[in-house]
Structure formats: C-alpha cells, structure tokens
C-alpha cells in the first residue's frame, strides 16, 4: 500500500493486484462524471494545442486520477489495503509521518494483530509513541531498507 502518487510502484513492476495506490496516481486521468481513467498524454497535447479544459467524451471534466484533499478514497482501495493488513506478517511504514488518515491507520490495524511493526522514516511520526511499534528507525528510507531488505534475505 502506498500514499504516494507518482507511478512509481508501478514502474518498479509492482502488479496491480499486489499494490494498492490508497491516494491515486498522476499517471491517470479520471472523468469527475463518468470515473473512467485514461492517459493523460492525449488530453495535454490537446489542451496544448486548444486551451481548452480537458474534458471526457461523456462531457465530463478531467483531473489527475489522483485523491484530493476532502475527496473520499475509492471504497475498493481501502477495502483492500484493509484486507492486506489483516493478512500481512509485517507491517513496515516507509518515509511517511503517518498523519494522514485514514492511510495512517493501515500499519496499525496489522499490528493490533501482533504481528511486527517498523517504522524508517526522517523525522518524527504520529506513530513514535505507539506501543505497537516493533522497531522505530530514524534515517533516509533509501539508505536504510535496501540494505535491511538483502540482509534478511541473506539469513533466510
Ligand atoms: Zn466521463
């Protein structure tokens, strides 16, 4: 589960069953009518080239399919990052301040289960104080999990 926006998840080859973008993505566009996602490519050379807002063929306006502030997330999303808590062995936030409901609420609902929770983050967290947490490491995520990450599979 991820709160970020930009694809990258995707590009790295996450399958789309496996991820779930809880905010959207800004690689999609979304009709505010209809909800149909497409590729923005064709709708910026269009606005280029008109000036026009960028509009679905239903006649509906277009935005990042991304999830606004004050914008309920997509039910079937959080559905699933909730399914993905209450299977999941551990629970590891990465480079977040967990201050963002309810996505902050995802590592703690797997780690009421009793299972381990860690935390990599620069900068405190909403979580820091939360008996739940397992291990709270302070530093740069892509410094410190890679690493982590080719460790444990080492000693498997
Ligand atoms: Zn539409």
């Known amino acids: 589960m991820t709160q970020n926006i930009d694809g990258l998840h995707s590009k790295a080859g996450t399958s789309p069953e496996r991820l779930v973008e809880l905010h959207g993505t800004n690689s999609l566009v979304e009709c505010q009518t209809c909800r149909q996602l497409s590729d923005p490519e064709p709708h ?10 960028p509009r679905c063929s239903c006649g509906g306006f277009l935005k990042p399919a ?20 209450r299977e999941t062995d551990l629970a590891v936030a990465l480079g977040s301040s967990l201050s963002v409901y309810p996505a902050s609420t995802i590592p703690l609902q797997a780690s009421r289960r009793g299972i381990p929770y860690v935390i990599i983050n620069r900068g ?4 820091d104080d939360h008996p739940e947490v397992t291990r709270r490491l302070e530093g740069d995520v892509g410094a410190i999990f890679p690493p982590a990450v080719e460790s444990a599979l080492r000693t498997r």
């Open 44 to 53: 910026f050379r269009r606005f280029q080239a008109t000036r026009q807002p």
């Open 66 to 85: 991304t999830i606004s502030f004050g914008q309920d997330l997509r039910a079937d999303d959080l559905r699933r990052a909730e399914d993905a808590a």
């Open 124 to 127: 405190p967290t909403e979580h």
